[in-house]
Each structure stands twice: as C-alpha cells, then as structure tokens.
C-alpha cells in the first residue's frame, strides 16, 4: 500500500477525540445477547452524581478498559455498563447548598419541590463523570447507561425492601445508632472512619448522696455528664464495697443516681467507676436497659445541647464541653484533666464526628441472609484478589451487624412504609397496596389515604447500589429477562478495598439472595492512589492533580501508562508525575519507531538479509506474549504492561530495528520489511488495550487488506511456542552488546574508534550467527574465536570470556588496580556465603531451594573469582 505521510512528533491531543467517536459511531462498545459468543460482562463501581474525574477512577477505569479492550479482541461478546449512584447524603448536601444560595430552606419548602430541586441539580450535573470517562478512552456501552434513581431501579429497590420485610429480615426498632449531626443522618457502622485523635481526659468527683464522700469518674465528654443517669462499679470490687445501694450526685445538674453494680465494669481500666449515660453510649444503653434506666437525651440533631441538658441548651456540644469544663472547675468537682489519644468514629461522609445517639431506625438482619455469601468466598467460589483480603473479609463476615438501612433525608428512595394515626405499620410497594393491606388486616373498609402517613426517610445509598450486577440487567424486572440470563453472573468487579464491605460482601448477599447465584466470578482490588509521601490524595490536602489536565498535557494514553507502572492489585500506587511523564515518553517511542520504518525504501533485488533477526524478535514476541497472557490470568495488569514496555522499547525499538537498520542511503529487503511490520502489527495488538489511541491512529497505516478496519475489533495475538535455543542464544549476545558498550563508557572510548573482540565459548554458533549485528552495533574491526592475545582485556558475560583488544591509551595499573578491589569485594561475598553453608542449623532448616540458591550464588561467584584472576595474570604478563 502506498507510504502514509505522518507527522513528526506524535499529537494525542489531535487523534484522541476522532478516535472515539469513531469507536462509537462504528458501535465497537455495543453489546447485545450473542449466542454464537461467550459473555464477558463488567459492571462499573458508579461513581457518585456529585463526583468529578479523580485520581482513584483514573486508575480504575483504565483497569477495567484494558481488561474490556482485550476480552472484544480475544472475540468475546464484551459488555461494560457504566452508570452512577444518586450518593444520597452527598447529593443532598449540594442541594441544600444550592437552596441556601437562593435563600430557601429545605424544611420551608417541603418534600415535592425539594425533589423538584434534587433532580434539576442531578440532570444539570450528574452525568459530569460520565462524560469525562470518554477523555480516557473507556470503551463503556454508553447505550446500557443507569442510574440507581431511575424508575426500574428505584421499583427494584422498594420490591426487595418489601420481600425482606416479608421474610422477617427487615425490622424496625429503637436502637443506639451512628448519628451524623452534619448530615443529621443515621449512618451503618461501615459508614463510620475511626481516626486516632489527641483528645482530653477529664476526671470528675460524683459525692455520695447523704455524706462528704466522693468516688471519681473518668471522662472524654464531660458535656454527656448532664444526661447521666447512673454511676456503675463491679460487684466484686472490694474498693466499693461500701457503695453497694448508695446513691450519687451527678455535678452541676445536682441529680441524684443510683449507683448500680454490673460485671461489665472493668476493675483495672480507669478508677473502676463507670458513669451511666444510656442515651449517648452503646454500651451504657446496654446496661440501662439490664437496670431499667431513665433515658435523657441531651443532644439535638444538629449536635447542639438540647432542653434536656438543662445547661448550655442551643450551644454547640464542642463549645458545650469547654463550657463544661469551665463549669465544673468553678464547681470544685474537676480533680484534673490530663492528654489522652483515643479513637473516635468520624462520618465517612461529612467527616463530621459520630454522636451515638438512640433512635427509631429499620435494620435488616443480617447473620443468615450473609452465609451463602460468606461460604463462597472461603472456597473461592468468588475469588478476591489478592487473596490476602480473605482474611479482611472473613472477620468482617464472622463479625456482621445488622445492617441500618434508614437514612434521615429526603433524596433517595423513600422507606415503602405507612403508618396510621394509631401507630400501626404497613409496608408495600406503593400506597394502594399499603391501604388495601391496612384494611385487610384491620377489617376497617372505612379507612382512606388520608389516614396514613409515609416513612419521610429514605434508604442508605448502598442499600440500592447492592442490588446493581441484578438490576443494571433488569433482574428485578424480569428474572427471567435475556440481557441477565446472559450476562449475569458477571466475570470480574474492579473496585477498591475500603468498599469491600459497603459494597462487594453486600452484593455477593443480595446475590444468592435473589439469583441463588454469585455477582462476579473475580474481584480485583486496587491499590490506593498517594503522592509520594504516602498520603492519599485528596483535594483539602492539594495534593491530587486535575486528570483532566494530565489527558491535556501527556495525553489518554501516556496518563494510562503512567498509572498502571506502579499499581500491583492490592498495594497503593505511590503516584508520581514522572510516570506520566514516562508514559507520554512510551508512547512517543512506539511512534517514533513507526515513523523509522514508514521512511525505509524496498530495494526489491535484495535477497533476506536479516532472517536471524526477524526469527529472534518473533521468538521474543511469542515469549512475551506468553508471559502476557500468564499475567491477566493472575490479574497482574502492571506485570503485563511492564512486560509489553520493555518488548516494545528494549527489544524492538532498542535492539531489533537498530539490528535491521539499513545504512544510510541504502533500502532494505522486502521480506525484511515485511516481517518488521507484521511484528509491529503483533505488538500494537498486544499493546491496544493499554494504549488504544496511538495503537487505533498507527493501525490505519499498517494494516492489510485482510485485517479488520480498527485495531479495536482486530484479533487478539495468537501465542505460539517460542523458539527457546534462539532466545537463550539472543539473550547472551544483549547481554554480551550491554557489556561491551558499559565497557566503552567506562574507558570513554570513542564509537569511532573500532574495537577488536576475541570471544571464548562453547556457544561458538550463537556469536556466529549473530555475528554482524555485534560489528554493527558494537562498532568492532572483527571478530575471533579464541582466547584474546597478550594486552587485551577481559571481560566475563555470563560464563563466556570475551576479550576486547583496542588501540586507545590504556591505564594497566588502573585496570589492575580495579580488578583487585573487584577480587576483594568477590572474596568477601563468596566467604561470607561459604560461612552460611558451613552452618547446619541454616542448611537444615532453610528451604531447599534458599539452600540450592545459595549455593549457586557461591559457584558463580567462583567462577568470576578465578575469571578475574586469569585477568589480572593476563595484565601482568
């Protein structure tokens, strides 16, 4: 075909969008039901409405892209859904925001127009993420886009809230729950982030009711003192013996307590007095009710002291400890207040600090539905990768909680329970339903819509984005659909580890809950994406770029490369521009390297002059691509590319195409050519999922007549057995080109002046056949097959001696000098490990092959030993 004329320097920027709008104009990301072809299904983590592209979805994305990419060439029927969560406390805080701006509260306003407001904030900005995922390159089936608000999602979500009403696993009760005074919301323990914080340790005298006694009382919230309601010491402390029936005086609000006796106080911990506020502590709630204790509540909502307090009422809880603090010291009861590290339970939303606080929330029970979904995973029915989170997830699971599934907002999906004025309960799946139960179970045909009122809250976000691998697929809607029965379950879920409780375990339950079958067949965790002192990235600490300005800058696919160097499934990636950098840097090689063929001339007389060469970059290629395909069945997405990198530019850019080269103002042989290109072509086939713009923009010049359109479609590789005796003997000839041109640096030998080598080795063959690729690379006169004469140098590549012989000035006491110091080093090294041989205890009990490593360490260091000694002999002659 004719020569494409192609630009000098390689401009993402240029190509980029073409590209994918002609990947999606040509319907490359479609999928539908395909018989003919095997499913391989993605559902995308759906980032939250509120969300903008951040540093944790590149690295995500790009996992989950190259994984798609290949499995649409390796002609499977892919399909990756994308979607987002409608992320309710998110949300309704920017609507809120948005509220205030226009001078309107939420509460004044009522529920209907404020959702009017949610879903105007949500059309105007909630596809913003989606739209960006495209700069990156993601091959999403755009058409298949959900949304977990979405009318087929939000019915899913009421039906299984009512299933397992119905089945006995969802209930509502007064418990002591996670309150978030910022989002004034409930939250699940999974919602709530333990920080170790610098807190303050308050001790406190409570005097003894009827006398001039006193006990103390230690104290991180000296504000709660005003809702206590008890003072509880062991029974078996002899220290308190005389307390037992007496009563206490709580400071300040001068109530007086019963002091009650309980073994869950710890006789070691603290004074061994225990203060009793059962509305602000779990484990005081548990020992108020075993005492029948009052309850006061002394905080509102919003965190500030309520009328129950008595003091401070309206004020801040913060401002209300100092206060406190003030107060009791004026009071005489403060005996002192020392520094105090603790953990304290942060909203993994708001981050405000978690207030525990009694309320009426709904609960699903979580012990039995969990089981299945804790069996699987154990015999990898469902394999986490790494494997080294099966523990993580095992306790997890041993140690499930029920679930609190009811949120104190508005934006969400609305609890499909009814009550009457009476304090009757009624859940259904709409209002007539729920009239038409009341009335049944009541036997009152007079009662009407007017006589109910709905649940106000809505469900915790997770609670429908558990049910996404069934409902992106309209499970729920039909289970017996085509798009589920062919999709689900999907093959593999990349998302990272500090979900996998909020989000993986509950899906693998709602799972075999409702398709008596798994998601996912993988997961793979990522890695945390920090800066390189190990911190996470976030905006607060300014340390996370813009991506969208790094796709600007070093283009979609050198910002892909960048990110998928350092990122092993698991480990955090320690981010770094310079891998971007680097990135941007391949892909300008891969570039390069196409221009430097497209410019060769065919001189069609010349017969196949480099056959050695395109047989041993072929028999590279089907090793990596070996090595390739070993890696995506271990999930080693860094591995594999970092495989493809040094193919790509050690191999085929930094060894074959210099081999190959024809001397300036010469062509080369068609067949040469020819094979060039289609190792090339092999290549890029290889590298398309990591790097598919620059690979899509080279194929249209590269292509035959019988290869498919883009690159995209084009068949994966196929592997076949790499010819081992030409890559060991290709191997020892680089390495033996790396020593010789180290050899040139370290004695600043020019590369005009032409170095003569005499080689010893019982390869003879392998140099032989290699021969004029080590004269044209290495810049030689000759070469012999002998040992060197008398003044040559010798230098050891692998067991092989290789003698150089040049006419440049030579420093011999230098040269020996080296030797020596190289000798000594040897010595030591080797002594050292003879020691380690000689120990009993280490060969009995080391691994046979620490020991058999061992001891080939000490063999070749011998061999180099001696090799240096016949040198240096050689330069004492």
Known sequence: MAKQEISKTYQPNAIEAHWYSTWKNKGYFYSKPNPEKEPYAIVIPPPNVTGVLHMGHMLNNTIQDVLIRRARKQGYETCWVPGTDHASIATEAKVVAMLREKGLEKRDIGREEYLKHAWEWNNKYGGIILKQLEKLGCSLDWNRTRFTMEPDLYKAVIEVFVDLYEKGKIYRGLRMVNWDPVGQTALSDDEVIYKDVNSKLYYVDYKIAGGDASLTVATTRPETILGDTAICIHPEDERFKHLHGKKAIVPVVEREVPIILDEYVSMEFGTGCLKITPAHDENDYEIGKRHDLEIIDILNPDGTLSEAAQFFVGEDRFKARDLMEEKLKVAGCLQKVEDYANSVGFSERTDAIIEPRLSKQWFLAMKEISDPAYKKV???TIRLIPEKFKNTYRHWMENVRDWCISRQLWWGHQIPAWYTKDGKTFVAKNQDEALEKARKETGDSSLQLSDFQQDEDVLDTWFSSWLWPISVFNGFKDPNNEDINYYYPTNVL????????????????????????????????????RDKQRRKMSKSLGNSPEP????????????????????????????DEKLVEQGRNFCNKIWNAFRLINGWEIEKDLEFEHKTACAWMEARINESLLQVEDHFSKYRISDALMTLYKLTWDDFCGSYLEMIKP?????????TLGKTKAHFKRILGMLHPFVPFITEELWKSLRDENDEEHIITQEWPKSEDPDEVLLKEGEQILKAIRSVRSFRREKNIPNSEKLQLHINSKNKRSYMDFSEYLIKLLGLSGIDFDPGPKGSIKILVGTDE???????????????????????????????????LSNEKFVSNAPEKVVELEKKKFEDSMIKIKALEEQLEHLSE
């Open 378 to 380: 154990m015999d990898d």
């Open 494 to 529: 990349v998302t990272a580890p500090e979900i996998l409780f909020f989000w993986v375990a509950r899906m693998i339950i709602s799972g075999y809950e409702y398709r008596g079958d798994k998601p996912f067949s993988d997961v793979y965790l990522t890695g945390i994406v």
């Open 548 to 575: 969208l300005e790094l796709i600007e800058q070093y283009g979609a696919d050198g910002v892909r490369v960048g990110m998928l160097l350092s990122s092993p499934a698991g480990n955090d990636l320690l981010y």
């Open 663 to 671: 001397p300036k103002g010469r062509g080369i042989d068609p067949e």
């Open 802 to 836: 290789v003698f150089i012989l040049y006419e440049g000035k030579r420093d011999m006491e230098s040269e020996r000098s080296r030797i020596k110091k190289e000798l000594d080093h040897l010595s030591n090294f080797s002594a050292s490990i003879e020691r380690k």
